[in-house]
């Protein structure tokens, strides 16, 4: 005799099979197909915020990891903004907001920790501690995802500044938690 599956989550459903046919949904109610490279941009940007969460899990300072979840919540904002493209909800949705003070932001924790740092004489070799060399990998994932972003037609300015100085941040910091563990860059 067959059992009930049992429901964890009982507010949402994790299935839904309205994407078994290869569509997803945009948040204006637009039916997609998955690959479609707005769906492509968000899928980027999920991505990346996996990869942080990586990071974080490979080791990183308490004031390293804060940043990075600060980061990852702000990736959500970019996604909801990326998967609306008709506005309906993100600016009516506090957590989708993305406004100039997010980069200002970023560039402000690019300037404590860069002044940690030795200044760049040359290229460097992504690499060195687990937290670090994962910081790495996440910095080219967001390079990828702002390529998807500026791919769209109608790239949303401040996702596209977001995304962009957040790159260069995630370099800063894994320059920052390799020295602060002791593991020398390689320089090419």
Not at 9 to 30: C, H, P, Q, S
Not at 83 to 103: C, F, M, N, Q, Y
Request: charged share 30%; proline share 4%; hydrophobic share 45%.
């Amino acid at each position: 005799m067959p059992t009930e599956p049992r429901q964890y989550n009982r507010g949402v459903k994790i299935y839904t099979r309205t994407g078994d046919a290869g569509e997803t949904g945009l948040f204006d109610g637009t039916r997609v197909s998955k690959a479609d490279a707005r769906v492509d941009a968000y899928g980027e940007i999920d991505e990346l915020n996996a990869a942080l969460g990586v990071a974080r899990a490979a080791g990183v300072d308490d004031d390293v990891a804060e940043v990075v979840i600060a980061i990852q919540k702000d990736l959500h904002a970019v996604g909801a903004r990326l998967a609306d493209p008709s506005h309906r909800i993100a600016d009516r949705v506090g957590k989708a907001t993305l406004a100039g003070e997010a980069v200002r932001r970023l560039e402000d924790v690019i300037d404590r920790f860069e002044a940690e740092l030795p200044p760049l004489r040359r290229f460097i070799l992504s690499g060195g501690s687990p937290g670090g060399a994962a910081l790495h990998l996440a910095r080219t994932i967001c390079r990828r995802a702002e390529r998807r972003i500026v791919s769209l037609r109608e790239a949303d300015p401040a996702v596209l500044e977001y995304v962009n100085r957040l790159s260069d941040l995630l370099f800063v910091l894994a320059r920052a938690v390799n020295r602060r563990a002791g593991v020398p860059e390689i320089e090419w």
